[in-house]
């Protein structure tokens, strides 16, 4: 059997295995959403959001652990999208709990995908992501200069709508300090998570046109900030090559 033979019958497997997650995560949002789907009808008055957060109150700890989980679920499974749950996080706990239960989830998700991807390496980021996407930004000069690339890292992070999750698994193929990442990883994300969670805060108290002016904002900023973040990137290759 030949080293090509190998490749492709790895290769194989981790397609199989992309597709049975993909096909799970598809399962799961779609049991979430119907499951939801009582709660987002109570929002319509005043007296069924009243009863709503009487649901919230009596699911207790039960209902942290739940959504705490989710969270992480998000940041792991890196094909779930990550603002709806914060929206639902912030129309469930609030502005300040949605988001210490966010910026908790993110950080013990990032954690398990840094030192999951330290262990096993390329063959675990195959399972969610293409080897051309892989190599688009492992191949890239400030991939191997730890402080450029955690300077690149922060302003990705700190920008809305951006997909953010290929980063820490390459970070943890990467040089880059692992306090120090899971630290930027975590941190820089609460601008773009406030605004999500504080629109579901507001959706949740039947302020509509706040919770969707929110989002425009969300989405403005972050149209924006990838303009930014392209321009950003091309300095700091520049400044490597310098």
């Not at 009243?50 to 699911?59: G, Q, W």
């Amino acid at each position: 059997m030949t080293r090509k033979e190998k490749l492709t019958k790895k290769e194989k497997k981790i397609l199989l295995i992309r597709t049975i997650i993909i096909f799970l995560t598809i399962c799961l949002i779609t049991y979430l959403t119907i499951k939801a789907l009582p709660f987002i009808s109570k929002l319509a008055t005043e007296e069924s959001r009243l009863e709503l957060k009487d649901d919230i109150a009596n699911m207790g700890i039960k209902g942290v652990i739940i959504t705490l989980g989710l969270q992480i679920l998000q940041i792991v499974v890196a094909v779930i999208p990550g603002q709806p749950m914060e929206i639902i996080s912030g129309m469930l706990y609030g502005t300040l709990g949605g988001m210490l239960l966010c910026l908790v989830g993110i950080f013990i998700g990032t954690f398990i995908v840094f030192y999951l991807t330290r262990k096993i390496g390329i063959s675990f980021i195959q399972l969610f992501f293409d080897q051309e996407q892989i190599d688009k930004f492992k191949n890239k000069k400030l991939f191997k200069n730890p402080k450029k690339l955690e300077l690149f890292m922060f302003i990705m992070f700190v920008i809305p709508l951006i997909p953010k999750d290929i980063f820490i698994y390459l970070a943890g193929i990467s040089p880059v300090n692992p306090k120090r990442f899971l630290i930027i990883a975590t941190i820089s994300r609460i601008p773009g998570l406030f605004i999500t969670v504080y629109a579901g805060n507001r959706l949740s108290e039947g302020n509509f046109i706040i919770a969707i002016l929110l989002v425009a904002l969300f989405i403005a900023l972050g149209i924006i900030g990838y303009k930014i973040s392209s321009r950003a990137e091309e300095k700091i290759e520049n400044d490597i090559k310098n």
